[in-house]
């Protein structure tokens, strides 16, 4: 337990690490939680578009963002073009996967979404090193053999199109952006049935330890309303809706 001050505010963090982190989150928190202190930061485009959802609604994903930048491709003659890494099978893909450590989410854009971007084999890869999750702004596919691997993964839905011919991996571990949200190597990715959002490293800690706060004050609001207190009398008190 550490104690941190940032704007003249003091708050206190309950882990020493992102496994401790990560499990008070999948215990307490959800999205809305989180967005709603980033808003109340100033942190307001912080939600990736909403076509971005989990394939199983109780999926539940939390870790270090492992960003990965795809390119629609338009040939499968690797003699064309100048550009060494599109003449690999899947560009850099595979090195990406590989390259995945414990509790980080692969995260992936770039591409037209016309083609998946995620699927089986690249869940149990993943599995396999430990990561937390895969997110891509675009579709995904084996979908019955992701779910019954039951790796937490977000996507436009299920489309089976295969990426092989259509698109290949440019780069990893680069800054990326989607639709208007910023997201840098090492940021916290935290997605669940209401989408997923993406918490800046370096507001980490404040975003995390109010809530935590916010959401154990939810708790006990909810707990006044079912013994009678209207909703007014509650935000009036407690400033929790």
Known sequence: MTKHSNN???FTTLWENDDELFS???KELYTAVVGDIMDKMG?????LPPEIQPLQMDMFVIGRAMPV???DVFSE???LGQNAVLKQSFGLMLQA???LKKNEVYICTGASPTYALWGELMSTRAMKLGAAGAVVDGYSRDTRGILDLNFPTFSYGRYAQDQAPR???IDFRVPLEIRGVRIMPGDIVLGDMDGVCIVPQQAEKEV???AIEKARGEKMVQQKILEGMSASQAFEKYGIM
């Open 8 to 10: 003249g505010q003091t």
């Open 77 to 79: 003659d690797p003699a």
């Open 24 to 26: 008070i989150v999948k």
């Open 97 to 99: 996967l590989d390259d």
């Open 167 to 169: 698109g290949k991996v």
């Open 43 to 47: 942190l307001m485009r912080q939600f």
């Open 208 to 210: 995390f330890s109010l």
């Open 69 to 71: 930048l795809e390119a």
